[in-house]
């Protein structure tokens, strides 16, 4: 399956792995930061900050920054106060951008993805332009010495899932949000282990990019907005070519 969910799946399979854990632990800090700050320290009564420590707990990060994370939510230690917000705008060729931010500092987090899209050929647009071409789904990741297709289609259909997308070493389980719960229970009954659950942002139309001068100016755009610490993550319905996505990240 190409598109965006593809690229980031290959982006980071050929990045440097230490960076890319250290940008993934400091966003996962700011998330579970905000859980704590908007619903309380415990993950018992708190079930965003449950999700987030669990995403955290699924991507290796160490039980003590998840700990330091939630007492700088609650005020137990001093920290930065983020707040979310959301930038919208395209990259070249009509692709479409959906951004998702925590910042401490709205005004200069604005500026700088102006200037990101301004600067690679893209713009930035007012809220609305793009969110409406978008559906958060939950995205359920099963390594695929775990289960074969077949076995997944039977155990997780009659639960909610809408789509099961090869990623190549993986299956992506695509669901409803609320309907993450009982596929998670089935794959369970089914003795058939989650790698990792979240939730994205998904194109209802994908905008085909067949060659690779066109593909790499929409890259340069969104990796470029993938490197800003602000940036939590970045939605895009780009489809290009699985040959010519290997090729951007040899």
């Not at 966003?27 to 009564?45: K, Y």
């Amino acid at each position: 399956m190409s598109g965006h969910s593809k690229w980031h799946s290959i982006k980071h399979q050929k990045g440097a792995a230490d960076a890319a854990r250290g940008k993934l632990f400091a966003r996962l800090a700011r998330q579970i930061e905000v859980a704590a700050r908007s619903g309380g320290g415990d993950i018992d009564a708190n079930a965003n900050l449950r999700s987030m420590v669990q995403k955290a707990r699924s991507s290796s990060m160490p039980k003590d920054n998840i700990d330091r994370a939630i007492k700088r939510g609650t005020g137990e230690l001093e920290g930065a106060r983020y707040e979310p917000v959301t930038y919208e705008g395209y990259a070249p060729h009509g692709v479409a951008v959906l951004i998702e931010c925590l910042t401490d500092n709205r005004n200069r987090t604005g500026s700088e993805v102006k200037n990101i899209f301004t600067r690679n050929g893209g713009s930035l647009s007012e809220p609305g332009a793009v969110a409406w071409q978008f559906d958060r789904k939950g995205l359920i990741v099963i390594d695929k010495a775990s289960s074969t297709e077949d076995a997944l289609m039977l155990a997780t259909l009659e639960a909610g899932a809408q789509d099961i997308a090869d990623h190549g070493e993986t299956w992506q389980v695509v669901v409803a949000p609320t309907d993450i719960p009982a596929v998670e229970a089935a794959l369970a009954e089914a003795d058939i282990p989650v790698a990792s659950t979240d939730t994205a942002m998904v194109a209802d139309q994908l905008v085909p990019l067949n060659d690779a001068m066109t593909a790499k100016s929409v890259l340069r755009v969104i990796d470029s907005l993938e490197e800003h610490d602000d940036i939590q993550h970045v939605f895009a319905n780009f489809d290009i070519p699985d040959e010519i996505l290997e090729d951007a990240y040899a």
